[in-house]
């Protein structure tokens, strides 16, 4: 048995052994196989394992000449990895002599002051000897623990180590401790760039000089089979720099010129199948670039330029990144000639990271993928860009509860509705999953398709919530329906266990709107009220979801507060007569949530209120009779004359007689007929007729259906649209 230190901090003399930085474990040394490239100091004698002995060198493929003869240690510092402490040579964490191996004149079981062992102190030491030696020690002999003492010789080498150069890894619990602070640090990547990066900082310069990761192209999903050629991309390369900052405790070494490392590596190569690289790959294990397959593989990967600028011998490591599946790219390991070369031992580290990262690899790509579905479902049941509507300007914002997970049942909606009206909707369905956004969708879907019937708001929610119930017993959302009147200045608003909308005045003051509270959609058998309210122009409508206004650090009403606070300060800056603009007023309001206070989605829809002046719209009825088209024209006329849109007349009253002429032919009710000046020209005749007319091509012969043709043809747009007491036909004409 012989002691050794837990770590590479050697304890001071005169240290108490019962100190955590001094302890020490006892551990049985195991006897090294003959591939191990850890030979024994001191000139011990190893004999080499039996037959079919277990040796580092069998999973491994190692090559014939794995120990490599001794060369002296002249690579240029690098700093040492998370987990792997630097071994400056003659200072602390100097080499252990090897198992059974004692110094000269030191009983076996017997430490000397002096470190005669590395990293051992004897219980019983004090103070540092002046300088006698130690009675167990040889006269004359130099004490290692002493500052003036020369440097340890290099146990590979036999080399002096220069001081404060830390020295490769020597130990199988280098090794251990690198692979595992380097398999940690690839685990915590999320997605490919981070896995990759993870890969290559790990690596460099710990375990090597540079790395050059190649990753399929495109990469495979999950059970996805790949389609066309193995194509391979140069994801990633990492090198040492040529200089070091001294401000780190590394000084700088010198770069040979030019740099074999700096020019290693082609963007992109074909693998062709049977080739030399096809079969490396194929192989899986990692193998030595010395050996003849890995050696004709190579020009393939890198180009047939670039091969002479791999350094000669076992200073390159060729190991495939496979996955679940499939090999999906391959990893090169390069060491500079200055540096020793790799060992058997090291295989092995190559392919524990090769395996890691290529697991991760297949894991961050699946999950991407899923990532991608979630957030490209997400989108598509939002609205992709809100409709211009005649009287109202609307902005919008839409914030995940994570950006990991892009969905959730938070919506927004803006939908037109006949007379230039527009109604306003805001929902939150619970949960954040793709369930939640599912049943988004399906309720999104459902408001607008009775909204296109004209319902009034609380007959909206109550068809919503009978739609939830279909949808399951446990499918809770709630929901805000408005409708904006632009030319009576008037809003109706219905609401289903949502929170109240807040209004923004012209003036700067902010109200936060009295509406009945109302059960949440999906609770079934409750009634929904609506209330109607004054829509002033110049005001703004603030809907939004609960996320905004509700987290950990205060409740909803709490929340409300703040929010009207806030718009009301936002409105102060730009004065009484000008309200904030609608983008930067949506902006300052999420700018009101803290680091804390994202626990929810937030869906925000802003409404400014234009409206439609009075003296901008001429309403007439119109009796269901023969002489109703003629006085339409001539209404129309007026109007037009009023309001200085003499060009437009003869296209007015072409299209006024068409649509009037075929609503009173089938109406029992008087015909209203509707003129709205805004940006646009646009002509509203209603009847009690539910019927849609609709569009179709004349023969010669026919008499009639020829109205509609022509205004498909003169119009900008038209529509005809159902109504709970008929339907509205209506066509827009280009102002000027």
């Not at 004149?105 to 062992?117: H, K, L, R, T």
């Not at 999953?433 to 399906?442: F, K, L, N, P």
């Not at 409206?611 to 339409?632: M, N, Q, R, T």
Request: proline share 10%; charged share 25%.
């Amino acid at each position: 048995m012989t002691e050794h230190p837990t770590s590479f901090d050697r304890p001071s003399t005169g240290a108490d052994p019962t100190d955590p930085r001094g302890a020490l474990l006892r551990t049985p040394v195991p006897p090294r196989a003959s591939g191990s490239a850890l030979p024994a100091q001191g000139g011990a004698d190893q004999s080499p394992p039996a037959a079919g002995e277990d040796s580092p060198g069998a999973f491994e493929h190692s090559q014939p000449g794995a120990e490599q003869a001794a060369e002296p240690d002249t690579h240029r510092p690098r700093p040492t990895s998370e987990g792997v402490p630097a071994q400056p040579g003659g200072g602390p964490s100097d080499d252990t002599p090897s198992a059974g191996v004692t110094p000269a004149g030191v009983a076996p079981g017997e430490v000397s002051a002096g470190g005669g062992q590395a990293g051992l102190v004897r219980p019983d030491s004090g103070a540092p000897d002046s300088g006698a030696p130690d009675s167990g020690a040889p006269a004359g002999a130099p004490d290692p623990g002493r500052r003036d003492a020369p440097p340890e010789p290099d146990r590979r080498t036999g080399q002096p180590t220069a001081p404060g150069r830390p020295t490769p890894m020597r130990r199988d619990g280098d090794r251990l401790r690198f692979v595992g602070a380097a398999t940690r640090r690839i685990a915590r990547g999320m997605d490919l760039d981070e896995i990759v990066m993870g890969l290559c900082r790990a690596t460099v310069p710990t375990f090597a000089d540079a790395i050059l990761v190649y990753l399929r192209e495109p990469l495979p999903v999950g059970d996805e089979r790949p389609t066309g050629p193995l194509v391979l991309r140069l994801r990633r390369t990492d090198r040492i720099p040529a200089e070091r900052d001294t401000e780190g405790g590394f000084t700088p070494a010198p770069q040979p010129e030019p740099s074999e490392l700096e020019t290693v590596g082609a963007e992109l190569c074909e693998v062709r199948p049977g080739s030399a690289l096809a079969e490396v790959l194929r192989g899986v294990r990692p193998v030595f670039t010395d050996t003849p397959a890995a050696r004709a593989a190579l020009p393939e990967l890198l180009g047939e330029e670039r091969d002479f600028a791999l350094p000669d011998g076992r200073r390159a490591i060729l190991a495939p990144l496979r996955g679940r599946r499939r090999v999906i790219g391959a990893a090169l390991f390069l060491r500079g000639p200055e540096r020793i070369a790799f060992e058997a031992d090291d295989l092995l580290v190559a392919a524990q990271l090769a395996t890691h990262s290529a697991l991760g690899i297949d894991k961050a790509v699946l999950y991407g993928r899923e990532a991608y579905i979630a957030d490209e479902l997400q989108r598509t049941m939002l609205p992709e860009n809100l409709p211009r509507c005649t009287g109202v300007r609307l902005a919008s914002r839409y914030l995940p509860a994570a950006e990991t997970a892009r969905v959730g049942g938070d919506w927004y909606d803006a939908i037109p509705l006949p007379g230039s009206r527009v109604a306003l909707v805001v929902g939150d369905v619970m949960g954040h999953s793709m369930t939640s956004a599912a049943i988004m969708g399906q309720l999104r879907t459902t408001a607008q398709t009775l909204a296109g019937l004209d319902l009034p708001p609380q007959e909206v929610l109550h068809h919503l919530d009978e739609q939830a119930q279909r949808l399951g017993t446990d499918r809770m959302a709630t929901c805000l329906y408005a409708v904006y009147d632009p030319v009576a200045h008037r809003i109706t608003v219905a609401n289903a266990g949502h929170p109240p909308p807040v209004l923004l005045h012209l003036g700067g003051h902010a109200e936060v709107l009295r509406v009945p509270a109302g059960a949440p959609i999906g609770v079934g058998g409750v009634d929904f009220e609506a209330v109607e309210l004054d829509a002033p122009a110049g005001a703004t409508l603030l809907l939004y979801t609960d996320g905004l206004v509700e987290s950990r650090l205060r409740d909803v009403w709490t929340g409300i507060e703040q929010l009207r606070e806030r718009l009301a300060a936002t409105a102060q800056l730009t004065g009484p007569d000008h309200p904030p603009p609608l983008e930067a007023l949506c902006d300052e309001v999420l700018d009101m949530l803290g680091p804390g206070d994202r626990d929810d989605d937030i869906a925000l829809l802003a409404a400014r209120f234009d409206g439609i002046a009075p003296s901008d719209v001429s309403y007439w009825f119109l009796d269901p009779e023969d002489a109703a088209p003629g006085k339409a024209r001539r209404l129309a006329r007026r109007a037009l004359a009023r309001w200085g849109m003499e060009d437009l007349t003869d296209a007015v009253e072409l299209l006024v007689s068409e649509v009037v002429t075929n609503a009173v032919r089938y109406a029992s009710k008087p015909v209203t007929l509707r003129l709205l000046r805004t940006d646009v020209l646009r002509c509203e005749v209603g009847d009690d007729v539910p019927q849609l007319p609709r569009l179709r091509q004349a023969r010669a012969t026919d008499e009639g259906g020829r109205g509609l043709y022509l205004v498909n043809r003169l119009a900008r747009r038209w529509g005809a649209t159902r109504l709970s007491t008929g339907k509205v036909v209506w066509f827009e004409l280009n102002r000027g």
